[in-house]
């Protein structure tokens, strides 16, 4: 069989080409007759021969051969499903053409989903409906992506050309078609010179220091000016939507005045699904930056939320320009390209192995709108050509240089840092938020004259990030959305953690990689030894501190705790802790982490403690001695220090306090408790964490009971005004008649209850008719414990309703024994299917594979189940594998006696069951059937859902047969 590129090239493919591959275009496929078939490969050649790969055929030619393919891993990994046995499988070789890596050189910071259909839909073609047409598609790929590279008006062609040579270099397989579409610019200037190529921080723009903003006006808005701009906002075309424009008029009281310092204006809002809550408070929180000069921080749970409301804010700000200049996303500094790491990475790429990546790299660097390689332009398939991923290349806590750095003034960064400063909308996220003003609070810590009575958890303050404060007046006004999640993002914020690889980080702060591979190798003495060349004092207690951090976890530290051979005063600590979890726990031999009460508390640990504590305050008290020397400095110099070293002398001396007088004093309060009651506000137990059944940490814990109360006394109560709005606040009970009620539990979990004032209230319901939008089916005959059963279940329903299907699992374990059943099956049926915790991509990818598809399949857990945002026809059933209880750990019993025992544990399990819910039904055109395949889940549970729709308990053979037939009706 034989086929040709189609003709439909939009006229762009010009008369003379670039150099295309003499190479055939493998995508993974289903081959032989149907029942019998197999996965395996179709293989077009350039001529347009169609061939049928098995499986082993397919791998072979992967690893050995040129072809053309997109993801070669993930392509790899799906052929592989066919093998009679895994041990045939092959890692594809370094001649395999990946499209993805040509889009990514051609079109950087461009988004393209690593799949045929993917590159396609970003280039404008046509992937076909069969395997043989999308291989086909990839042969037209590449001609475009060639052909747009040897444009005339292609942009910086001869800096492309620079980092194609580098990239040509190091055996890049795609170098000859690019370097023919650039001939003419490297015939015109040859070889790059030495150390050009990946340079791209040479050409990227600097930063400028602007005066500051000041302090924001108090001027109000209205409710009626709040429903005027949100008008404006959605347009006069729009759909009329009472209940968002009432959610704008309640947002409006928190852009108010207040009254009195420590009693902000409060709104607590519970929009239901399809009010349009973004645009909601956009309006008033807009329209209050613009008239008094100050600056709103958006805050959200998770990075893709952070995501939609940057594309939201286009509305506000059409103007590419002015949206730049008035908005910023702002995550933590391990998000972003820090230029000296990658500078360093690319001096040696040559030698790594990893030039092909940094070139990549260095092209998207060059495009990036802001250096975020985590939820923004990057592509995440491209971290993991590197060894270590995006670690490798990200500011590691605490290791930046500032001023030292030759990038500062191009960084990343330090360009976000200073434009939300200025900015009238900040995205960021709840822990930044919340890290920064534990920082805030705590900094009164490190000033002898200040006379605040601080009492926060210190914990994530010295945790956070090195930069000097921004000031209360850049955070006076908050939206946190996503407000569900408050309680679990200060829980993690607001808490202190003894643990192997929080003190390991310390050591590696201190005395750098010592000799560890792929590590950067900047300690202490490196980043601040010339601060104190000419300070005996400051050098000596420098040494002492590279000293004293020897007693901390140093590299090897798994080896030798697994094996018993621990080497200082924190390993001998971790050790007797790992003995003592191992002992008490109920299950040694499963996959998941462990926990054990610390009391009764052997001798050998408490005797370990007392050792561990005398072994930090020796390197506490060395470090705050450099800082007092830092310090001592600026002032004795002040006339002469010009603003640079000023920068790096305050950085490195608050770096230093930070861990001297808030980190390391955390940690010797916790091992000074033990053998003593916990302070009741707390809870503390040992633990073993786990990733994949692998022991990856061990240590001491101090959780809040109640970590709402450090986040309403550090966030809360210093702001002038505060939205709190999701979707799932209220937890009604089946027996609430009054749509109002429920807000009890909603104030409990968000720190209101905290405050001297009651926040204001506001309910809007979901415009949405689920009665006639949604099913609700539960199960009641499969066995919970039977994964073939459970399997079946999976198979059948997502047959029944043609893919567009969410499979969520409480436990890892379970999802990834039900794909490993569901796969062929789907996969025969022509629906596809992907996986968290198996498919080699990021969750995101994956949640945005599964909405360009309509007609795919996605297993996931707890990040998919409140992640996924699927308008329209790809998302159509939701199947639920347990009721999500509560997991009872140690943390969790503590809360369950503070917050009302069984109630407590209804509450949560009733807001995960409505969040999972709220992602069915999206917008007023959707469809869809929510199953629960427990049989067990209580009738007290269902007020989780809409009080419309009828839970139906039914037999699997019902279920599928309603499925079927509610989805046809509906199609």
């Not at 992602?919 to 989780?944: C, E």
Request: charge should be neutral; charged fraction near 25%.
């Amino acid at each position: 069989m034989t086929l040709k590129p189609s003709d439909d090239s939009s006229g762009s493919r010009p008369q003379a080409a670039p150099v295309l591959p003499d190479a055939a275009a493998l995508v993974p496929a289903r081959i032989g007759a149907s029942g019998l078939s197999r996965w395996g490969a179709i293989a077009v050649s350039a001529d347009g021969e169609v061939e049928e790969l098995s499986a082993e055929m397919a791998l072979e030619r992967l690893s050995r051969e040129t072809v053309l393919v997109v993801h070669p891993g993930f392509t790899a990994r799906r052929i592989a499903i066919g093998l009679d046995n895994r041990r045939n499988f092959s890692e594809p070789g370094p001649k395999a053409l990946d499209l993805l890596e040509l889009f990514a050189f051609v079109h950087p910071a461009a988004p393209c989903l690593p799949t045929p259909a993917g590159l396609a839909i970003a280039l404008g073609l046509d992937a076909g409906e069969t395997p043989e047409a999308q291989a086909l598609m990839l042969h037209e790929a590449a001609a475009r992506l060639l052909a747009t590279l040897q444009s005339r008006n292609y942009p910086d062609r001869p800096g492309a050309a620079r980092v194609a040579w580098r990239m040509a270099e190091a055996g890049w397989a795609w170098a000859p078609g690019v370097m023919s579409a650039l001939g003419d610019v490297v015939a015109r200037e040859g070889k790059p010179r030495a150390g050009r190529g990946f340079d791209v921080w040479n050409d990227l723009p600097e930063w400028e220091d602007r005066a500051p903003r000041g302090a924001p006006g108090q001027m109000p808005v209205s409710e009626e000016e709040a429903r005027t701009r949100l008008a404006e906002l959605v347009g006069a075309n729009a759909e009329k939507r009472s209940g968002q424009s009432d959610f704008a008029a309640a947002a409006a009281h928190a852009f108010g005045p207040r009254e009195a310092a420590g009693m902000p204006n409060v709104v607590i809002a519970e929009a239901g699904t399809g009010i349009g809550k973004t645009l909601g408070y956009i309006a008033p929180a807009s329209l209050w930056a613009q008239r008094n000069k100050g600056t709103v921080w958006l805050s959200t749970y998770t990075k893709n939320l952070q995501r939609q409301l940057d594309q939201e804010l286009s509305r506000l700000y059409p103007d590419p320009t002015e949206k730049n200049e008035k908005t910023v996303i702002r995550k933590g500094r391990e998000n972003y390209l820090c230029l000296l790491n990658f500078a360093e990475i690319a001096d040696r790429a040559a030698l790594s192995g990893n030039a092909v990546a940094i070139g990549l790299i260095a092209r998207w660097a060059k495009a990036s709108r802001d250096g975020d390689m985590v939820g923004g332009d990057f592509p995440a398939w491209l971290a993991q050509s590197l060894g270590g991923g995006r670690a490798t290349l990200t500011d590691r806590r605490g290791e930046c240089v500032y001023t030292a750095c030759p990038h500062f003034r191009k960084c990343f960064i330090e360009k976000a840092i200073r434009k939300a400063r200025r900015a009238d909308i900040v995205v960021a996220n709840h822990a930044l938020v919340m890290r920064q003003a534990a920082l805030e609070q705590a900094g009164a810590l490190l000033v002898p004259q200040a006379q605040r009575n601080v009492s926060t958890n210190v914990e994530a303050a010295g945790n956070a990030e090195d930069e000097e404060p921004t000031g209360r007046e850049a955070r006076s006004r908050f939206v946190f959305d996503e407000g569900h999640h408050i309680f679990d993002a200060a829980d993690s914020a607001f808490s202190a953690h003894l643990s192997a690889s929080e003190t390991a980080e310390l050591r590696r702060w201190i005395r750098g990689a010592e000799g560890q591979r792929g590590r950067r190798g900047r300690g202490l003495e490196d980043r601040i030894s010339d601060l104190t060349t000419d300070d005996e004092v400051a050098g000596e207690a420098l040494s002492a501190a590279l000293h004293a951090a020897s007693a901390l976890p140093g590299p090897g530290w798994t080896t030798r705790l697994n094996d018993r051979t621990p080497r200082g005063a924190a390993e001998q600590f971790l050790a007797l802790v790992r003995n003592h979890v191992h002992a008490r726990a109920e299950d040694n031999e499963g996959p998941f982490s462990l926990d054990a009460d610390i009391e009764p508390l052997p001798k050998a640990i408490e005797e370990a403690a007392r050792a561990l504590d005398v072994a930090l305050e020796r390197l506490a008290t060395p470090l705050f001695r450099v800082a007092e020397r830092l310090r001592a400095r600026l002032d004795a110099e002040a006339e002469d220090l010009d603003t640079s070293m000023r920068i790096r002398l305050d950085a490195a001396a608050r770096g230093l306090e930070r861990r001297a007088k808030l980190l390391i004093p955390s940690w010797r309060s916790m091992l000074g408790s033990l053998g003593r009651p916990t302070p009741e506000d707390f809870v503390d137990w040992f633990s073993i964490d786990r990733i994949g059944g692998r022991e990856a940490d061990v240590g001491m814990h101090r959780h809040w009971r109640d970590p709402t109360i450090p986040f309403a006394e550090a966030v809360l109560e210093p702001a002038h005004g505060v939205v709190i709005a999701s979707a799932t606040l209220r937890d009604r009970l089946i027996d609430d008649v009054d749509a109002d009620e429920g807000w009890s539990s909603a104030e409990v979990r968000t720190g209101i209850t905290h405050l001297p004032v009651p926040a204001r209230r506001a309910f809007m319901a979901s415009p949405f008719d689920y009665a006639s939008q949604a099913r609700i089916f539960v199960v009641r005959d499969v066995s919970r414990t039977d994964l073939n059963q459970i399997a079946s279940a999976y198979r059948e329903l997502f047959l029944a309703a043609n893919g567009g299907a969410l499979g969520l699992f409480t436990a890892i374990h379970r999802l990834r024994a039900v794909h490993e059943r569901l796969m062929a099956p789907l996969e025969e049926a022509g629906l596809s299917l992907y996986s968290q915790h198996v498919d080699a991509l990021d969750t995101s990818t994956l949640v945005d594979i599964f909405r360009a598809e309509r007609n795919a399949c996605l297993l996931g857990t707890d990040a998919v189940r409140d992640g996924v945002d699927v308008p329209g026809d790809s998302l159509r059933m939701i199947v639920f594998d347990r009721t999500p209880w509560p997991r009872p750990d140690i943390l969790h019993k503590a809360r369950r006696e503070r917050f009302g025992g069984a109630r407590y544990d209804d509450m949560l399990t009733r807001l995960r069951l409505k969040q999972a819910f709220g992602r069915l039904i999206r917008s007023a055109k959707d469809r869809g059937v929510f199953v629960m395949l427990d049989s067990r889940l209580p009738t007290r549970l269902t007020s989780a859902f809409p009080a419309d729709v009828t839970v139906e308990r039914v037999g699997l053979a019902e279920a599928v047969a309603g499925v079927r037939e509610f989805l046809r009706s509906t199609s």
